[in-house]
């Protein structure tokens, strides 16, 4: 078996910060990879660069089809990115504004990816779009209410229905509990843990937070100042952290 997706020596600068400095990275089918730090550790700009959406100065990403044929994903056209994030990758950000179209229903916004892959029966959209409710615990009677009357959870829920429904082989989870009450974040974790279990999902998760890691991840890699310092089993790394860096991560979650 061949890494799903695997960066090679990306190195992304802004100005004189090196965001990215010789990050190299595998991620394997059914994987979930956290990748974790604090503000300004590189982790978000990983994300970005592997995703597509920043080009790195150098280095190369090998996405890997489900034929298992390679491709580099900066030297596709803006089209074909485009139909890959469409049919293989899934993106949940940490604003759920970010992922929704916030004047469409919430039925429309699951059923648009349908869509977008090809779907076009308009009763069997409508029907899986209110299981996909149903799904992440959302009341489908709500099916035709618009975003903005959910709360913020609610919200979040109705982004990862709207990513999971045409079940893709890889997806991008930036901060996806950010900014939410520690009891709605909890539940969220399950929901997530479970879908991704039963989908058999590969989830490249950046996150602050450890608690998320430890209860999603697989493996944790840790960034400071754009370089991967630390990684291995979550458990080991959690547990028996050997950089100063990571140790420092886990006694800062210790002592909150």
Known sequence: MSPLLEAEGLTLRFGALRALDGVSLALWPGEVVAVVGESGSGKSSLLRALSGL???????????????????????????????????????????????????????????RLMAAGARHYGGIRAAAAEWMARVELDPARIDDLPRHFSGGMQQRLQIARCLVTRPRLVFMDEPTGGLDVSVQARLLDLIRALVEELGLAVLLVTHDIAAARLLAHRIVVMRQGRIVEEGLADRVLDDPQHPYTQLLVASVLAA
């Open 54 to 112: 920043a080009r790195p100065e150098a280095g190369r990403v090998l996405y890997r089809d489900a034929a298992g044929a390679a491709c580099d994903v900066h030297a596709l056209s803006e089209a074909e990115r485009r139909r890959i994030a469409r049919s293989d990758w899934g993106h949940v950000h940490q604003n759920p504004r970010d992922g929704l179209r916030m004047g469409v229903s919430a039925g429309a916004n699951i059923g648009e």
